[in-house]
């Protein structure tokens, strides 16, 4: 029993706060399972792995810039409509008037972060609800989508198309794999060895506290290394001219970028001290205004980033990019712990959040599922996933949420008891 207590307090990571993913980690590998029989062994090939990195990264970028979007409070509407305008002014501007494509790079980071900055003058110092502003914006990009593309597809060239189709190029001498794909997993490898070894000499330092015991860390990197390694063969052993794609390396450095700044920095403990309270953040010092204008500006950078890697991995930019795109990226928040009123939510778990939707959809689609059943399907998942996880908590069960909130939750004042009525005749000796 002791071991046990062992391994679900410490098997990812010691802490609370570590361990909260573990229940989608389980649906997602469970998902994962249940595909690969019912697929005969598709769903973990490398050609479908691959496929999924460069279909769902898109996806996965506008859940990093939802979250801190709803760990502040607020929602986004606009994400879709924002992505396909950013798409077809970066595609007119360089098929059209000859804009090196690096140059359209950064124009359409530009483009995005200005209308992030415009949906954020509104929220944050005109005091319009956020999700008026961006429905507003939904309709506004949506159709300027339309006008400027004259509701026709302007395709891209083939460089700016690296961003989006592209992978990591063969190296070295041949060894029947993809050697940056090697060496990246070899470094993956070592940093989590490195990470593991880290955490355990910190607590040691830490008065009062001890590391996990050895068993429990070698059991997590026996796990964790193993995942790395076989997604490593698989992605280094696709046919010939593919490896890990570029959209997949973009996302990575997205997520260690904004994992550190959420949980490490001032700025993103603003965030959740504004999502959590505003009232108290203020009274705390925290700029309410200037955080949720930074967290709508960010959005609307991300949502560009975001549409020019969809046009390039479609090659074109079309009047149909973007559509339902904000909906996705809201569940795959929400499956990820994060709380509808704000204040909590991780990166991490927006991503995983986001793998187990994808690889839903993937998997249905592998399996010859109708696109009308698979959006019947994402709906039932998402509203079962949480209503089952409420329930939970109602129980006293198990509840994914509630670890998630456990750490930040304040327990009720206990209700102060009502004074007893005086009676009559003290009242009378009174006067």
């Known amino acids: 029993m002791s071991r046990l207590k062992d391994l679900q307090k410490n098997l990812f990571g010691g802490t609370t706060s570590n361990a909260r993913q573990f229940g989608m980690i389980f649906t997602l590998v469970a998902i994962i399972v249940y595909f690969q029989i019912a697929t005969n062994g598709l769903t973990l090939t490398s050609g479908n792995l691959i496929a999924l990195t460069q279909q769902y990264a898109y996806i996965s970028i506008l859940s990093i810039g939802m979250l801190m979007v709803i760990v502040a409070g607020h929602i986004d509407l606009s994400v879709g409509s924002v992505a396909a305008f950013v798409g077809i002014v970066v595609a007119k501007a360089i098929h059209e008037y000859d804009v090196p494509w690096p140059a359209g790079i950064v124009i359409g980071l530009a483009v995005g972060a200005l209308i992030g900055a415009w949906q954020g003058f509104w929220v944050a110092y005109i005091g319009v609800p956020a999700f008026i502003v961006t429905l507003a914006g939904m309709l506004l990009f949506r159709g300027g989508n339309q006008y400027i593309g004259n509701a026709d597809t302007v395709p891209v060239p083939e460089g700016f198309r690296t961003i989006g189709a592209g992978y990591l190029p063969e190296v070295g001498p041949a060894t029947g794999y993809n050697n940056l794909t090697l060496l990246l997993g070899l470094l993956l490898c070592a940093a989590v060895v490195w990470r593991e070894w880290r955490s355990r000499q910190v607590r040691r330092q830490m008065e009062g506290a001890e590391p996990a015991p050895l068993w429990i860390s070698v059991l997590r990197l026996a796990i964790m290394l193993g995942v ?53 953040a203020e009274l705390s010092g925290v700029q309410l205004r200037r955080v949720n204008f930074l967290v709508m500006t960010n959005m609307g950078l991300l949502a560009a980033l975001a549409g020019m890697i969809f046009v390039a991995r479609s090659a074109a930019s079309g009047p149909q990019d973007g559509l339902s795109w904000e909906l996705d990226a809201i569940a795959a928040v929400f499956i990820g712990g994060a709380a509808v009123s704000g204040g909590l939510g991780t990166v991490s778990g927006s991503i995983v959040g986001g793998l187990v939707m994808a690889v839903l959809n993937n998997g249905l689609q592998l399996i010859g599922t109708g696109s009308d059943m698979v959006q019947i399907i994402k709906g039932l998942f998402l509203l079962g996933a949480v209503a089952l996880d409420v329930y939970n908590k109602k129980q006293g069960r198990f509840s994914i949420i509630g670890s998630l909130t456990r750490p930040f939750r304040r327990e009720d004042p206990p209700t102060p008891a009502a004074p007893a009525a005086p009676s009559p005749t003290g009242s009378l000796s009174r006067k």
Not at 248 to 269: D, Q
């Open 228 to 280: 790395i390694v076989f997604a490593t063969l698989r992605f280094a052993g696709g046919r010939v001219g593919t490896s890990f794609p570029v959209s997949g390396i973009i996302l990575a450095v997205l997520v260690i970028a904004y994992s550190f700044y959420t949980r490490n920095t001032a700025g993103g403990r603003h965030i959740y001290a504004v999502g959590g309270n505003a009232r108290a």
